[in-house]
């Protein structure tokens, strides 16, 4: 699986590309056909408290999942939009059944 993580006017630090990889590389074990993820990290203006971005869009053979989280860290956006993927690759698997 291709990981590519983008910030939007900002440096993404080692510990947090570590964890977008780590959280991410595990979606293969719901589904083993995971062409490849884009993570878009950005923050919202202006300053607040809940201004974390997190777009995460996750490509599989004829499908495409996408997710959009905002958060007070990028870590816990990441996390939220990765759960509501999770639920959307699951719910196609069962459709597919």
Request: charged residues 35%; glycine residues 0%.
């Amino acid at each position: 699986m291709d990981i590519k993580i983008q910030p939007i006017h900002f440096k993404v630090t080692e510990r947090l590309e570590e964890h977008i990889n780590k959280k991410v590389s595990k979606l293969e074990k719901l589904n083993d056909q995971i062409i490849s993820a884009d993570v878009i990290l950005k923050v919202v203006k202006p300053e607040t408290s809940n201004n974390k971005n997190a777009e995460i869009k996750v490509r599989v053979p004829n499908a495409e999942f996408f997710a959009e989280k905002t958060a007070d860290s990028f870590e816990e956006a990441v996390d939220t939009a990765l759960m509501a993927i999770e639920k959307q690759i699951t719910k196609s698997k069962e459709k597919s059944r």
